[in-house]
Structures are given as C-alpha cells and as structure tokens.
C-alpha cells in the first residue's frame, strides 16, 4: 500500500480526480493549498500597481492504493495534469507501515 501527494494547478485538479476515479481507486483527500516551486510566485497588475503573489493557488490531492494502483497512478497523473508550463505539479509517492485501515 502506498500514499501519493498529488499537488496540481487548481483548474488541473478536476481531470485529475476523474482520473483517479477511472483507475479506480476509491479514497482520496482533497485541499487547497499554496506554495511556490521554480516559478517563486509572480509580478501581478490590478488598477495600475504592482503586486508580488509569493504563493501560488494549487490543489493538493492525497490518495491511499495499492502498489499496483500507484504504479498506474504514477504514470497518468502527470499526463493528465501537465499543461507545458512550469508549475504543472508534483507527485509524492511514500510507502505506508499500516496499509489496514482502522475503522472507528
């Protein structure tokens, strides 16, 4: 059993999980989140000033598989999220020490 963190641009977020439901995996967390990579933020323009947004909008997806799953996951997340610019996302893959759910 493995947990993947999955960090995508938010209009990215929904393919992604449509995704994730076809390779059928049936339990995922989402949040959003902000944060930076390559890109460190962006110079922006609203009624003539300048602004500086150091973290970025981005959608974080947790998902629990099976090994198989995440091999598979692996390999479509980045395909369906990437976008050809920078800061498409991310994917952490980290093995799990409990892999039986505790029901309570």
Known sequence: ???LTIVVKPFRAEAVLRAIA??????????????????????????????STAYLPKV???????????DALNETVPKVARTGRIGDGKVFVVP???????VF
């Open 1 to 3: 059993m493995k947990q």
């Open 22 to 51: 076809d390779l059928g995996v049936t339990a995922c967390s989402v949040r959003e989140a902000k944060g930076y990579g390559r890109q460190k933020g962006y110079l922006d323009r609203y009624r003539g000033s300048e602004y």
């Open 60 to 70: 974080e997806i947790t998902v629990w598989a099976t090994d198989e799953q995440a």
């Open 96 to 102: 799990l020490a409990w892999s039986e759910p505790l």
